[in-house]
């Protein structure tokens, strides 16, 4: 599989061509992003991608000499350039630094492909033959971090095609009877976010490597077996006989902690599930130590680790939201006032600040009920803040400051969103409240500027909401309205049309004839007629 680093400085830029790639029936992944050339030097370091798509109007380190130090650097990574512009020092820079292909923004799905086809061919004439090998064996590696993936959320679950799989990929005859371990880390929103400009997937993959080295150390294991969980929150890794007795796993972990925490200020929390002598088995050995590790305390610090023979903490006997605050925070959430739901989600994030001996699955317990039920009272909310309101952001807590954030967070969103909505709703009864003036005045000689001052509003503000709740702009509601009555009067009256201009608020008829002949396509005149026939014609029908 072909790695793929993106680098542009747009976020919406970054994001729509990875999710390009990943749509490309191509054997490529994404696995890593970067704003500019600068940070992209520095990610190539750790992800080592076979390919870079890169835009090149960028800040601090501009796509002319990003291509430039790739060039000279790293020429085994081939290049696609996508850029909005065509300008010729441009085209000249990707040239002269041997770029695959320069593609010009908007960027459809088949010139994409067929750049990513000619950069991965081009990709693999460079490859030496050791560099074919690594690639042979980080494809061989994510083979089987996936099939383990698979086991673990039994998605795989006929025992012939695990024993068939784990055969072909040399896992059974390593591991034998195991214990699997299951790692998080406390402090890894923070430091992927200082540390790492938010990507996550670097941030696991460096403790991944970290892990790596640890276990090839300890067990004597040259191809450690370890894989990420299906959300890449935690890492997993077997521990296999004879080395997974409780000493020597808690050995282990303590030299890891120690590591991760000298290179990255992250604590290690650990949960160990008992031993298990198959790999069907895997999916309860996940389930088991990913409890485990949630018996571990929220507000511990340090390394935190569980095994099952050793005595669990106990769930805090303190109810963490009683009945009557659920009930609340209810009916602040159905009421839509911001202010009460933050004060209620403060008083019970002080409440947990006080239950140290709090373990982090009765916090994910109590904060899912409470997420639960803000998506059910404000389903618009819980669509507008997907991410929020998916459980992995709770699965991902497993310290108190992280647990703070993301009620100071929640209650944050609540407030101005709640507020928002509020004010977008009393504008809309105000502008309601207009349009029902105009259609009883539409006749009278009236601006935008008189309604403003009717109404004691700015006048731009009145023309922005005015079209964002009807629609239609001031001139273009005014103007309908008196047509509508124009066409009813020329139906069902035999008045002259210059009263009916007057009527309707024109007093030069020659002008009322002009906006209504745009209006209906046809003149006054005509319409009229034209309606007279149209009725004729109804009754000679019946």
Known sequence: MYKIMVVDDETWGRKSVSKMISELALDVEVIAEARHGEEALELIQMSKPHIVVTDMNMPVMNGQQFLETLYTKYAEIKVIVISGYSQFEYLKAAVTYQACEYVLKPI??????????????????????????????????????????????????????????????????????????????????????????????????????????????????????????????????????????????????????????????????????????NLEKLPEAFETAYEQLRNNTLHDSGLSINLPEQMSPTDSQSEMVSQFELKALQQAFVTRNGEESRKLLKGYAHKVSHMNSLTIREAHRSLGKIMEMAASEMKELALSYTQLFDTRSIIAIVDWKQFSAFIDQFALLLVDDLDTRKKASDSTKLIHEITSYLDKQYFEDVSLIDLATRFHLDPSYLSKQFKSVTGENFIEYLTRKRMEMACELLRLSERKITDISELVGYENQRYFSQVFKKFTGQTPSEYREHAEERAEQQNFEH
């Open 108 to 277: 459809s799905m088949q010139d994409l492909k067929q750049a990513m086809i000619k950069a991965m061919e081009a990709s693999l004439n460079y490859l030496s033959i050791l560099q074919q090998k690594r690639l042979t064996k980080d494809m061989w590696n994510l083979r089987r971090e996936v099939f383990l993936q698979n086991v673990t959320s039994r998605r795989i679950t006929n025992q012939s095609d695990i024993q068939g799989q784990s055969v072909e990929l040399q896992i059974t005859e390593g591991i034998g009877s195991y214990r699997l371990a299951v790692c998080m880390f406390r402090g890894f929103h923070e430091i992927s976010e200082t540390k790492f400009h938010g990507n996550a997937d670097l941030l696991i993959f460096s403790i991944e490597n970290i892990l790596s080295e640890l276990i090839a150390d300890t067990i004597q294991e040259t191809a450690p077996l370890l894989f990420k969980s299906d959300d890449k929150l935690r890492l997993c890794v077997f521990i296999p006989e004879p080395v997974n007795d409780d000493r020597r796993i808690r050995l282990l972990f303590s030299t890891f902690h120690d590591a991760v925490y000298h290179m990255l200020k992250l604590d290690v929390v650990v949960g160990v599930s008992g031993a298990y002598a």
